[in-house]
């Protein structure tokens, strides 16, 4: 599989494995909220049209509404917005040297770090609650030797499946790491 994803200080001969994303059902959840919440102001004025009904009659009230029902839909646009850049611009990258963490934290901040392969310790996966048994998303932690204790890649889509990639992975690295070890000790001999 081909990804045409820039990495962030790509080593010789680096390729990318996986590429993991939050699973759809999170972003769909948010969107379900937001349109939820864009259709309060319809409900309000449906059902407190007789109740307020100087509001909406009056040549001041009226315009105030209307504008404060504007303001509150523009919020509803730019929380779904920025909703969606966190799901699309939260990325894990295994690549066979490295896995790499980008997150995206509002809409003008992202923060990634890199972790080398053979650094790992341990991998584990976690599902947690009924809709993350029964549409198989979870959470993956990978434990490192660095400076960042642990890498999550949360609410993953087959957690179980993606940690038995990079428990692989790790596992072709470091065996690879041990060959360069004993190809160097004979070339010093």
Do not use: C
Request: charged share 20%; hydrophobic share 50%.
């Amino acid at each position: 599989m081909r990804f045409n994803l820039p990495l962030p200080h790509p080593e010789k001969n680096e390729k990318i494995i996986i590429l993991i994303r939050r699973h759809w059902f999170i972003i769909l959840v948010k969107i379900l909220f937001w349109a939820l919440a864009a259709l309060m102001p319809l409900l309000f004025f449906f059902l407190a049209q007789d109740l307020f009904a100087a509001i909406f009659t009056n040549e001041t009230m009226y315009p105030i509404f209307v504008l404060f029902v504007s303001i509150y839909y523009l919020y509803m646009w730019l929380f779904t917005f920025t909703s969606f850049v966190d799901y699309y611009l939260d990325v894990w990258i295994v690549t066979n040297k490295k896995i790499i963490n980008i997150e995206q934290k509002g809409l003008f901040r992202r923060e990634v770090s890199e972790q080398k392969l053979f650094r790992i310790q341990d991998v584990t996966s976690e599902l947690k609650g009924f809709f993350s048994t029964v549409i198989n998303y979870g959470t993956v932690y990978v434990q490192t030797a660095g400076t960042e204790q642990r890498f999550v890649f949360k609410q993953v889509a087959r957690p179980q499946r993606v940690a038995g990639i990079i428990v692989k992975i790790v596992e072709q690295e470091k065996n690879y790491q041990k060959l360069l070890e004993k190809s160097d000790q004979i070339k010093t001999k």
